[in-house]
């Protein structure tokens, strides 16, 4: 398939424009000077034509051919000028010394009004020709004469046929070597729009060859930078330029989505696969009796479990960020979700001497969202509060139809810190003892929660109360 | 040797300890970082293993106030998820001595634990000889001239300690706070037993001049004070 080609579109077009535009202009001056010169031809002729036809005249009761007389054998007015004169009454005829004894076609039907006719000449150049008929000239000379010789002149029983010619042959030269020239012209200036088009896109079109190079250089760390539109790029390109730039940006944003994501899920995993490995590890590092090997497989395994769910969450996490998997909205009852995520949570809460203060699980509110996500949404939230709750604190969870709250006893926890609790990595440090969680989610978990509540379409935010308490509250409309 | 453990995470926690003891290395072990910092600050340690992500206080700065306190400057080894560039670029910078990222085999932390206390101790060899004793520290065993030496481990531990300083006299109380767990209750009256114990086993191999008693002070391993036993009569 041939590529569209903006120089090429530009170089046809222009030029079909130029060529057109050209010819019309070439051919309207041609017919202009064309018929400007026909018509001073034309005038030229039968100017000659008075002039010839003055001369025709009586002499002492003769009918003369002035002109012949004076001038014989030399061409009057240039050699372009054929002229004959034929007598009506006679047949006589005189002709001009251009015609070298040659005769001019006599016109059919003369009058004495002068007719203007295109002929063939004896040498079978093309001329433009006056016809007329004439009636010899009486002048004051051959009046006296008559006069004294009692003569009468009979002019109009002798009219004369005159035929002046002019030839066409130096007007067709002219006319030739003005078309050549124009032809001529409209090819160089076609050419040099080509040129000039050729070289005004090539100027043009090297910042995005420029831009292309830079692209085409790119490493795989640097392929969502920002382009850095040079001063010279053109107007035209400019808004494309930043339509890529804002692609870029966006490229930039899910990259880093990606990026944060994998480095949030791999930091999830990393701690418990080390507690597992170095369970392992131990469990091989020395001869065991079996009762000891079956206790440290055991106790892998209660690594396992949970690292077994998180590795879930992720993944299903991962596939709905990335679009593989859609939500499957489920309609669920609240305290019976809340009921489910406590029990992996009860053992490390006993272990604190919490205080628990869980909704009644019969008829709870219900809510319509992908459940599995929900699940981890609510685990992770309530591990937070066991994980950041002191010795013999409180938890307390409350739901309706549209929102779930989490509060539970934290004291030294400031909004600021709070606020930094859905960053990676940042660790809470309230006055409790801490750490009695499932281990599985700490750094992380809260902003896993942010992840999926993103994803969800809820909204999430924590506040810190005068009675040293933290609430996260769950609202199921963004 | 004392090594100071500070992991949130229960099973990691316990299973590095579990293993640094079968290293004959005394563990002292804390799960938050303020409890970490108050024990690295009010014991003798030859090496900290620390996390970074802790309840109430982190492990950089945990580091960072051990840098700005200590006068000795204990080897600290961060173990920590956080495994990019930057992090670790920003725990080596906080002041540890060496990163590892999780999940790590208990082998590998054990074998940076040992190059760290060496290195603590101004030694480059994983071998210490003093007179006729050599101590593998990898191995774990300790020969004295074509012999092995049966130590148990609490034994291993005085000898690789009074080794590591070999030529110093070392006190009752940095032999207690380097070779007992916090937890471990007794006195440093107990560290006379325990010396009593190796004399008693050197000299069963000829070495007993090697370890002196430098009274009102403490003891002293020392290459010079080593004379060969005299043959006994046929």
């Known amino acids: ?478 | 040797m004392r090594c100071l453990l500070i992991e949130d995470y229960g099973p990691l926690r316990e299973s590095i300890q579990e293993y640094l003891r079968g290293q004959h290395y005394v563990v002292d072990s804390s799960e938050t970082g303020d409890e970490g910092l108050w024990y690295a600050e009010n014991h003798e340690y030859d090496v900290i293993v620390l996390d970074i992500m802790l309840p109430k206080m982190d492990g950089l700065q945990i580091v960072r106030r051990l840098r700005e306190r200590q006068e000795r400057k204990v080897p600290v080894i961060i173990v920590s998820a956080r495994d990019t560039v930057e992090h670790r670029v920003e725990g080596l910078d906080a002041g540890a001595d060496d990163y590892l990222v999780k999940p790590f085999a208990l082998s590998e932390l054990a074998a940076r634990v040992r190059a760290l206390t060496r290195r603590g101790y101004g030694s480059h060899s994983p071998r210490i000889t003093v007179g006729p004793i050599e101590i593998d520290r990898p191995g774990k065993s300790v020969r004295c001239g074509d012999e092995a030496l049966a130590l148990t481990p609490r034994e291993y531990t005085l000898l690789e300690y009074l080794a590591m300083r070999a030529g110093e006299t070392v006190s009752r109380t940095d032999i207690w706070d380097h070779v007992y767990e916090d937890s471990s209750g007794g006195s440093s009256n107990n560290v006379d037993v325990y010396v009593g114990y190796l004399r008693k086993k050197l000299a069963a191999h000829g070495c007993k001049s090697l370890l002196q008693t430098i009274r009102g002070f403490g003891y002293r391993l020392s290459a010079d004070s080593f004379t060969e036993p005299e043959a006994e009569p046929e």
């Not at chain 1, 031809?41 to 007389?69: K, R």
């Not at chain 1, 001329?127 to 009636?135: F, K, P």
């Not at chain 1, 497989?297 to 859609?326: C, F, K, T």
């Open chain 1, 1 to 478: 398939m041939k590529v569209p080609s903006i120089k090429r579109h530009l170089i046809v077009g222009c030029g079909l424009a130029i060529v057109v535009l050209f010819t019309l202009g070439s051919v309207s001056l041609y017919w202009s000077i064309q018929r400007y010169l026909r018509k001073e031809l034309d005038a030229t002729v039968l100017d000659s034509m008075e002039f010839v036809a003055a001369e025709i005249e009586y002499e002492e009761g003769q009918l003369v051919y002035d002109w012949l007389d004076e001038r014989q054998g030399v061409p009057l007015m240039g050699k372009l000028l054929f002229f004959q004169g034929w007598s009506a009454k006679s047949g006589e005829t005189h002709r001009s010394a251009t015609l070298d004894g040659q005769d001019l076609p006599r016109p059919p039907a003369v009058t004495r009004e002068p007719v203007l006719l295109d002929i063939e000449l004896p040498n079978g150049h093309p001329a433009r020709a006056v016809a007329v008929e004439v009636l010899p000239r009486i002048d004051d000379d051959e009046r006296r004469w008559a006069a004294e010789h009692r003569f009468t002149h009979d002019p109009a029983s002798d009219p004369q046929v005159l035929l002046v010619s002019h030839d066409m042959k130096p007007l067709m030269r002219t006319l030739f070597r003005i078309r050549r020239a124009l032809v001529i012209e409209s090819l160089a200036i076609l050419l040099m729009v080509g040129v000039v088009v050729h070289l005004v896109i090539k100027r043009s079109l090297r910042p995005l060859q420029e831009l292309s190079v830079d692209l085409a250089g790119r490493g795989a760390g640097t392929i969502d930078e920002q382009i850095e539109v040079p001063a010279s790029l053109p107007a035209e390109l400019r808004p494309q330029t930043e339509a890529f730039n804002a692609l870029l940006a966006r490229i930039s944003d899910a990259r880093k989505r990606d990026r944060d994501f994998a480095l949030h899920a791999s930091h999830e995993l990393r701690t418990p696969l080390a507690g597992m490995q170095a369970i392992l590890e131990n469990a091989v590092s020395a001869p065991r009796d079996p009762a000891d090997f079956i206790e440290r497989i055991h106790r892998a395994l209660a690594v396992l479990m949970p690292l077994s769910d998180s590795v879930s969450r992720i993944l299903h996490l991962a596939r709905i960020q990335s679009g593989e998997s859609q939500l499957a909205p489920e309609s669920c009852q609240l305290p019976e979700i809340i009921g489910e995520a406590w029990q992996s949570l009860e053992a490390a809460a006993k272990r604190k001497r919490l205080e628990l203060r869980l909704p009644a699980a019969a008829d709870g509110p219900g809510v319509t969202t992908d459940l599995p996500l929900l699940r981890v949404l609510i685990n992770n939230l309530l591990d937070n509060a066991v994980r950041h709750s002191p010795d013999g604190g409180f938890i307390e969870v409350t739901c309706d139809p549209e929102r779930l709250r989490v509060r539970n006893s934290c004291a030294g926890i400031s909004q600021a810190d709070i606020n930094r609790a859905f960053d990676p990595f940042v660790q809470l440090q309230p006055g409790g003892s801490g750490g009695g969680g499932t281990g599985a989610t700490a750094g992380i978990g809260l902003t896993l929660c942010r992840e999926i509540v993103e994803v969800l379409g809820f909204s999430l935010q924590a506040t810190v109360s005068a009675d040293e308490s933290v609430t996260f509250t769950l609202e199921f409309r963004a």
